[in-house]
């Protein structure tokens, strides 16, 4: 079993820094991909920042430039450093991980429980 745990949410005022950190714990053979989606107020999910094999790094265009995401392979951990915050950015962030839990399994998607960011001033 996979476990994703997040942290770093809250509220902030417009031109403000937030940082969100997700750490992935349990039965992991190997992580494909780590990364962060968001679900604002009556929107679908949408991605973010996401940084897959061999490190290739997508940002979603509204957040180049602003938001730097960033990995530890080492203790399985992702974050996302949210900086020139917009209301616009108000959303749900939910962190995800593709992961094989063994050498001979598919890859799967796991999520965690999904972090509050709130952008108000």
């Known amino acids: 079993q996979v476990h994703l745990v997040e942290s770093g949410g809250g509220l902030v005022q417009p031109g403000g820094s937030l940082r969100l950190s997700c750490t992935a714990s349990?039965?992991?053979?190997?992580?494909?991909?780590m990364g962060w989606y968001r679900q604002g107020p009556g929107k679908e999910r949408e991605l973010v920042a996401i940084i897959r094999s061999l490190g290739v790094i997508s940002y979603a265009d509204s957040v180049k430039g602003r938001f730097t995401i960033s990995r530890d392979n080492g203790k399985n951990t992702v974050d996302l450093q949210m900086n020139s915050l917009k209301p616009e950015d108000t959303a749900v962030y939910y962190c995800?991980?593709?992961?094989?839990?063994?050498?001979?399994?598919?890859?799967?998607?796991?999520w965690g429980q999904g972090t509050q960011v709130t952008v108000s001033s």
């Open positions: 349990g039965s992991i053979f190997s992580i494909n991909a």
């Open positions: 995800y991980a593709a992961i094989r839990t063994s050498g001979i399994s598919m890859i799967e998607t796991y």
